[in-house]
């Protein structure tokens, strides 16, 4: 009798694990640095067939976005790299971590609970890769990350700061921006998953299309003898971004082959907003009147939808094909939606996130993302010379957006339903809106101790870590 019940046991807590290791979905984020909202050769917005590119081509990426859901008003979390790194791995906004540049010293908390630790709680057999450009200055193991390149930034993917020519004339490489070497590492984290019969979390972050511009000769030989575009004519950039689009193909046939779209969701989206021109220039907050992003406003650095609104897609079990949702998300709803997605609810979800799941938006149950705010906020409290170069602040609220520039007080208003290219200014007409809105950032900025706007733009020369507060880094301290 004894032996009976301690075989039923045995067979019970096989079939427990079996059913645990087979059941628990994968995760796969693609992570691209720099990608432009209209840089592919697909427009993110059906009903804007003009949003993409006229010159560069991007098959690959295209194909992965059309086997889901795309998303018309995607959002990265700030208009700059890092920032949206730390708020894609803990589901909160740049503000409220402490982290609002890209560069240079910063304020981030780093005690955070990150998507990999959330899944091994739900299930320890997770499998968890960090591959590529990580810019978060803590290991990735500290996160519970089993496979990862450690604390890299820019510098693996080749980054010349101050060398103008090296940067944005370009060079050809074997591997250019490890494209190569960085897919077939992912493609064997995905064989060496489904040989161990173990869910997994894979993010791969590519250091491309950041600069410098490198590229293969093949691309090159190919992109430069191609009739150039009257949006975008730059044939270094078209061979580096066709060289990633190649490498997210030969990922996909691997994806293919190993049959692991059934139980598999895949997140395809970027850091920022693509440059707002190429070569890089000082603008000072002129527009510019083409770029990677347009037919938005500007890009990279600034909270005008060039440098925040991004190609974002999701793709996966439930997720009607070549689909499209107008309904804003960001950055960090991604932590929420891996979460409920593997536990069924949101139940148990760390305290303070900005972030709401997706889940209910992908498998079309409603057009509404479940968030503690309403409001989307965005914030970027710094000078900087090639963007607007004035401390600025950003809300959405439905289509109404507002910027605020707390320094000089003036307020830029717009209907992005109507206007997402934010040529015409509403802030004089509908006063009363920009007061809530102001308001509502106010108490945001100040509810989650936000960073004031800096005083100096001195990252360059601080030679600061990055792991203390600086001098100049005070308060906001509201109105």
Request: hydrophobic share 35%; charged share 20%; proline share 6%.
């Given at each position: 009798?004894?032996?009976?019940?301690?075989?039923?046991?045995?067979?019970?807590?096989?079939?427990?694990?079996?059913?645990?290791?087979?059941?628990?979905?994968?995760?796969?984020?693609?992570?691209?640095?720099?990608?432009?909202?209209?840089?592919?050769?697909?427009?993110?917005?059906?009903?804007?067939?003009?949003?993409?590119?006229?010159?560069?081509?991007?098959?690959?990426?295209?194909?992965?976005?059309?086997?889901?859901?795309?998303?018309?008003?995607?959002?990265?979390?700030?208009?700059?790299?890092?920032?949206?790194?730390?708020?894609?791995?803990?589901?909160?906004?740049?503000?409220?971590?402490?982290?609002?540049?890209?560069?240079?010293?910063?304020?981030?908390?780093?005690?955070?609970?990150?998507?990999?630790?959330?899944?091994?709680?739900?299930?320890?057999?997770?499998?968890?890769?960090?591959?590529?450009?990580?810019?978060?200055?803590?290991?990735?193991?500290?996160?519970?990350?089993?496979?990862?390149?450690?604390?890299?930034?820019?510098?693996?993917?080749?980054?010349?700061?101050?060398?103008?020519?090296?940067?944005?004339?370009?060079?050809?490489?074997?591997?250019?921006?490890?494209?190569?070497?960085?897919?077939?590492?992912?493609?064997e984290f995905l064989r060496e998953s489904v040989t161990q019969e173990r869910p997994f979390f894979?993010?791969?972050?590519?250091?491309?299309?950041?600069?410098?511009?490198?590229?293969?000769?093949?691309?090159?030989?190919?992109?430069?003898?191609?009739?150039?575009?009257?949006?975008?004519?730059?044939?270094?950039?078209?061979?580096?971004?066709?060289?990633?689009?190649?490498?997210?193909?030969?990922?996909?046939?691997?994806?293919?082959?190993?049959?692991?779209?059934?139980?598999?969701?895949?997140?395809?989206?970027?850091?920022?907003?693509?440059?707002?021109?190429?070569?890089?220039?000082?603008?000072?907050?002129?527009?510019?009147?083409?770029?990677?992003?347009?037919?938005?406003?500007?890009?990279?650095?600034?909270?005008?939808?060039?440098?925040?609104?991004?190609?974002?897609?999701?793709?996966?079990?439930?997720?009607?094909?070549?689909?499209?949702?107008?309904?804003?998300?960001?950055?960090?709803?991604?932590?929420?939606?891996?979460?409920?997605?593997?536990?069924?609810?949101?139940?148990?979800?760390?305290?303070?996130?900005?972030?709401?799941?997706?889940?209910?938006?992908?498998?079309?149950?409603?057009?509404?993302?479940?968030?503690?705010?309403?409001?989307?906020?965005?914030?970027?409290?710094?000078?900087?010379?090639?963007?607007?170069?004035?401390?600025?602040?950003?809300?959405?609220?439905?289509?109404?957006?507002?910027?605020?520039?707390?320094?000089?007080?003036?307020?830029?208003?717009?209907?992005?339903?109507?206007?997402?290219?934010?040529?015409?200014?509403?802030?004089?007409?509908?006063?009363?809106?920009?007061?809530?809105?102001?308001?509502?950032?106010?108490?945001?900025?100040?509810?989650?101790?936000?960073?004031?706007?800096?005083?100096?733009?001195?990252?360059?020369?601080?030679?600061?870590?990055?792991?203390?507060?600086?001098?100049?880094?005070?308060?906001?301290?509201?109105?």
């Amino acid at each position: 009798m004894t032996q009976d019940i301690l075989r039923i046991c045995v067979f019970l807590a096989t079939m427990i694990h079996l059913q645990t290791a087979f059941s628990s979905p994968n995760f796969i984020v693609i992570l691209v640095d720099d990608l432009g909202w209209s840089s592919l050769s697909t427009s993110m917005d059906k009903r804007s067939p003009d949003a993409r590119s006229d010159y560069y081509k991007t098959p690959n990426i295209d194909a992965l976005i059309e086997m889901g859901m795309r998303f018309s008003n995607g959002y990265a979390a700030s208009p700059v790299c890092a920032p949206t790194r730390y708020s894609l791995q803990f589901g909160k906004t740049p503000a409220r971590i402490g982290i609002t540049r890209g560069l240079g010293p910063n304020n981030a908390k780093h005690d955070q609970i990150g998507i990999p630790q959330l899944l091994k709680r739900l299930d320890p057999r997770y499998r968890t890769a960090h591959l590529g450009k990580w810019h978060i200055d803590e290991d990735p193991s500290r996160y519970g990350y089993d496979l990862h390149d450690g604390i890299t930034k820019n510098k693996p993917g080749g980054f010349t700061l101050g060398n103008h020519k090296r940067q944005w004339k370009g060079y050809a490489e074997k591997d250019p921006k490890r494209i190569e070497s960085l897919t077939n590492r992912a493609i064997e984290f995905l064989r060496e998953s489904v040989t161990q019969e173990r869910p997994f979390f894979l993010q791969l972050s590519h250091y491309a299309v950041h600069s410098d511009i490198v590229f293969s000769d093949k691309s090159f030989d190919t992109t430069s003898t191609r009739l150039k575009g009257s949006l975008h004519s730059n044939a270094g950039y078209a061979a580096m971004l066709e060289d990633l689009d190649d490498s997210i193909g030969v990922f996909l046939q691997s994806f293919e082959n190993l049959d692991l779209s059934s139980n598999t969701y895949i997140f395809f989206t970027s850091d920022n907003g693509g440059m707002p021109i190429l070569p890089q220039q000082t603008n000072l907050g002129m527009p510019y009147t083409s770029g990677l992003n347009s037919p938005l406003l500007r890009g990279k650095w600034d909270l005008t939808e060039g440098g925040i609104r991004v190609p974002f897609a999701v793709i996966g079990p439930g997720v009607e094909v070549n689909s499209q949702v107008d309904t804003p998300v960001v950055t960090y709803d991604i932590l929420p939606t891996i979460y409920e997605l593997v536990s069924g609810s949101t139940d148990g979800l760390p305290e303070g996130l900005d972030g709401g799941s997706l889940i209910d938006l992908i498998t079309g149950k409603s057009e509404v993302v479940e968030r503690h705010s309403k409001y989307l906020v965005f914030h970027y409290p710094h000078y900087n010379r090639v963007g607007i170069n004035e401390p600025h602040s950003s809300i959405r609220d439905g289509n109404i957006k507002l910027i605020h520039f707390p320094v000089s007080k003036r307020n830029l208003l717009f209907d992005l339903g109507a206007d997402p290219g934010e040529r015409n200014n509403l802030a004089v007409k509908q006063k009363h809106l920009v007061d809530v809105l102001d308001y509502e950032l106010t108490n945001y900025l100040l509810l989650v101790d936000a960073e004031r706007p800096e005083e100096v733009f001195n990252w360059r020369t601080t030679g600061q870590s990055g792991r203390v507060r600086t001098h100049f880094f005070q308060r906001y301290e509201g109105k």
